[in-house]
Structures are given as structure tokens and as C-alpha cells.
């Protein structure tokens, strides 16, 4: 049975660091490209950042020289390492498994960026 648990978010004050985890069980996870998504309220979800099986990455401009995306496939997880966040920041973080024809969501953990 695929699971994603989502780790990590919480409540931290502008400038600061967080780092999320994504963990998943129940598929061979090395196949897998992986990203992260974000949904602020009524904002539509916005794609954050992509690392593919291979390793290669992507960010989205909002994002880029802040965040940092890497996975472990020893440990089945892929990170979303957050510097300097903001307030426009804040948001519903998801993380994202897939491959042809296959996608997977985590449940999302929360971030807010408030003073």
C-alpha cells in the first residue's frame, strides 16, 4: 500500500528555516520523480520544486535561492529545505510522487511564516 507522510511545517518567523520530509512506503520510491506543491487559501496549488529519479531539479522563480530540494532513496524521502522564508511563503506544502500514469499526494503539513 502506497503512504506519504509529510513532516516539518509549523510556525516560523520571517527569515527563518525549515526543512520538510516526505516519506513514502509501498512503491520501489528510486523510480519515482518527486516534487512539492503548495497551496496557499484561495490561491489555486502552485508547483515549488522537482528533483527527477536521476537527480535532476528544478525550481519554480518564487523559490529559487531559497529552497532546496534533494532526496534520499536509501530512506525513501525527499526534503524541501526552506531559507529566508517570507510571509507569501505561507502556505499548505504537498509533496508529490510519480511516474507514467502514476501520481501520489502526500496529506500536507502547514507552514506559516508570521512575525
Known amino acids: 500500500q502506497l503512504q506519504l507522510e509529510e513532516s516539518g511545517g509549523g510556525l516560523v518567523q520571517p527569515g527563518g528555516s525549515l526543512r520538510l520530509s516526505c516519506a513514502a512506503s509501498?512503491?520501489?520510491?528510486?523510480?519515482?520523480?518527486t516534487g512539492w506543491y503548495r497551496q496557499a487559501p484561495g490561491k489555486q496549488r502552485e508547483w515549488v520544486a522537482r528533483?527527477?529519479?536521476?537527480?535532476?531539479?528544478n525550481y519554480a522563480d518564487s523559490v529559487k535561492g531559497r529552497f532546496a530540494i534533494s532526496r534520499d532513496n536509501t530512506k525513501n524521502t525527499v526534503y524541501l529545505q526552506m531559507n529566508n522564508l517570507a510571509p507569501e511563503d505561507t502556505a499548505v506544502y504537498y509533496c508529490?510522487?510519480?511516474?507514467?500514469?502514476?501520481?501520489?499526494w502526500g496529506q500536507g503539513t502547514q507552514v506559516t511564516v508570521s512575525s
Open positions: 508529490k510522487v510519480g511516474r507514467t500514469n502514476y501520481d501520489y
Open positions: 509501498g512503491i520501489i520510491f528510486s523510480w519515482y520523480t
Open positions: 528533483i527527477t529519479s536521476g537527480g535532476s531539479i
